[in-house]
């Protein structure tokens, strides 16, 4: 179901047979303001414009021949050529009915299926992950779900940073530690410490240093026993990361990780492709692109380094043999990005190279989906109180622990509290950050976030409960219920086109990477839900039971709603709060 492309259909059928020029679009959209139906079709002004008629007398002749059928109780014209919709309540019944009934919710598949691959999370190896890299998984991941249950082939991809100068430091520092009895999962238990420990060791000791560097040489060289060494310390750091996916609920897996060091073996092809394009130089030993597509004020071109001076390749080659495998090897339609917007004009020159190299076709459309920092309440970066950065592992926990605080206080007698509390914590964290505009800075903070009100994570899974209690009052299950949805009240009305909204709302989530319209949507549901508790009593002993089962019927419709709005931004709900 997709009232707004129904809409749009018929409007554009009347729109021909009204004579406008067939390039003039309906412009059908839900009414932002009570008064204007329920659905707008606003293309009439344009399409006069273009004709050079009256819009108002033209609004006239489309809405002649507009046939609505039953979807529509009453049209009208309204200011200059606004045709305002009104939508008929016993279509909305049948609507919402069927809805209901439908394992899938009336979400229809998306009608070209494509492959989309997904990069996100992507943390590097060598630290511990911390609160930057929330931000990337848990935006990424609720895509990717948005994105599979529309009926795309989604292929994720974890681009770990799981080489580079680095590493030659932590290995050299983890085989002395094992050389001292250590495991490698003892030595590399805190991530952080251990690189601290591996740093201060390199600027203490000239002969560790001298090693270090000695293991990055061999390391590209793929001597085995360095490589042993670089594998123990890629597997445990991946440990740690999928510890935090799980308690994330973050849908990656080890399956998923194509890391930094895929790509080795394509890194000098790729610069020798350039050379042979004549697209880059050498500019003090380097080997460099100079991308006049992306030059400042000035005219000065855009630096693109791909080869180091000694022959090091970059952070870009690599994502440049990315891009190009994912275009060429994995079919891609679409490649997303969720990094930091600080990358931008990292991912603008990969992405501006790679077309100019031919290593994506014009077909393929790459975006990088930017979003904004985490802040404290300081107005500066999310830091820990002596300046750190804080682990991500550390904050989930706290998220729980005050979870369990505020569920405790509400209902002290919950039972299976430790699991609610879980889920709200976690869900909290993850809600707060999808809630805002992606692209945006947003401030952390505890006591909005944990509210049981406002657009929160607490607020629609309670929401939920309220449904699910009601249905243990009734002593009925969903399923058994029989009768017809009857659309009386207003609140009932507005509540049923809202639920029929969600496949237009994923559309749009999955076309601009922006969930934060999803939660808005949601908080939407929950609201109108609230709004129609009030006024439409469902289990008074005064209500006829017809009355009674149509309501439960909307009950239900809004519990799925919100636990598969919910689900595919990686929030659980609890049967009971
Ligand atoms: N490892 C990088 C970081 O932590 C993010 C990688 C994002 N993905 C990419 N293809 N560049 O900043």
């Known amino acids: 179901m997709n009232i707004r492309e129904l809409l749009s259909e018929k409007v554009r059928t009347a729109m021909s047979a009204a004579g406008t020029p067939s390039d003039c679009q309906p412009m059908v959209a839900a009414a932002k303001k009570a008064g204007f139906g329920d659905y707008q079709a606003n293309g009439a002004m344009g399409a006069a414009k273009k004709m050079g008629t009256n819009p108002r007398e033209l609004a006239g002749k489309i809405v002649t021949e507009l046939q609505l059928d039953d979807i529509a109780e009453k049209v009208e014209i309204a200011g200059p050529g606004f045709i305002n919709i009104h939508l008929a309540p016993q279509w909305l019944a049948q609507q919402t009915g069927s809805a209901e009934r439908d394992t899938a919710l009336a979400i229809r598949p998306a009608e070209t299926p494509q492959t989309i691959v997904v990069d996100y999370s992507s943390p590097n190896l060598a630290k511990e992950m911390h609160v930057g890299h929330l931000r990337s998984s848990i935006i990424g991941d609720a895509l990717v779900r948005i994105l599979e249950r529309l ?8 681009h770990v940073g799981d080489w580079g100068t680095q590493f030659g430091m932590l290995i050299a520092e983890l085989e002395e530690q094992l050389a001292q009895n250590e495991s490698a999962t003892m030595a590399l238990s805190d991530l952080e410490v251990f690189y601290q420990q591996a740093k201060a060791h390199f600027d203490a000791d000239p002969a560790f240093a001298d090693k270090a560097r000695d293991y990055v040489v061999k390391l590209q060289s793929g001597d085995e026993q360095v490589l042993k060494l670089w594998r123990q310390f890629k597997q445990v750091s991946l440990e740690h990361s999928a510890e935090i996916y799980q308690k994330l609920n973050v849908s990656l897996t080890e ?3 194509r890391g930094e060091s895929f790509y080795n073996n394509d890194l000098a092809p790729i610069v020798a492709e350039l050379q042979e394009q004549g697209l880059c130089s050498e500019d003090q030993g380097a080997q460099v692109v100079f991308l006049q597509e992306l030059a400042d004020k000035e005219g000065n071109p855009s630096p693109v380094i791909v080869q180091k001076k000694g022959g090091g390749f970059l952070y870009a080659t690599t994502d440049l043999a990315a891009l190009r495998y994912r275009a060429v090897d994995l079919n891609a339609d679409r490649i997303l990005y969720f990094i930091d917007a600080r990358q931008s004009l990292h991912m603008q020159q990969v992405f501006t190279l790679a077309r100019k ?15 904004g920092t985490m802040m ?4 500066k970066p999310f830091k820990t109180r002596s300046g750190g950065t804080v682990k991500l592992s550390a904050l989930l926990d706290e998220a729980v622990e005050r979870a369990r605080a505020v569920i405790t206080d509400k209902n002290p007698e919950l039972a299976d509290a430790d699991e609610v509390a879980r889920k709200v914590g976690i869900g909290a964290v993850k809600y707060a ?5 992606r692209t945006n800075d947003y401030v952390f903070n505890w006591d909005t976030m944990l509210s049981f009100e406002g657009n929160t ?3 629609l899974q309670y929401a939920y409960t309220r449904v699910q209690s009601i249905f243990r009052k009734a002593g009925v299950s969903p399923e058994s219920i029989s009768a017809d949805i009857i659309i009386g009240a207003e609140q009932e009305k507005a509540l049923a086109i809202k639920l029929l909204q969600f496949g237009e709302v994923l559309a749009q989530v999955a076309d601009d990477a922006l969930p934060h319209v999803l939660c808005n949507y949601l908080y939407d549901v929950a609201s109108l839900y609230m ?3 009030e006024a439409c009593p469902i289990l008074k002993s005064d209500v006829d039971p017809a009355t009674r089962d149509s309501r439960l019927r909307l009950c239900h419709l809004v519990a799925r709603t919100l636990a598969t709005g919910l689900d595919m931004l990686g929030i659980e709900v609890s049967e009971q709060m």
Do not use: C, I, M, W
Not at 151 to 158: A, E, K, M, S, Y
Not at 359 to 371: G, I, K
Not at 433 to 437: A, Q, V
């Open 151 to 158: 009926g795309h082939t989604v292929v994720r991809q974890n």
């Open 255 to 257: 399956a998923d990780v």
């Open 357 to 371: 190299a031919g290593f994506v076709s014009e077909q393929v459309s790459l975006e990088h989906h930017a979003f």
């Open 376 to 379: 404290g309440s300081d107005g």
């Open 433 to 437: 950050d999808l809630s805002k505009t």
């Open 457 to 459: 994570a607490p607020y």
């Open 531 to 533: 709004r129609f508790y």
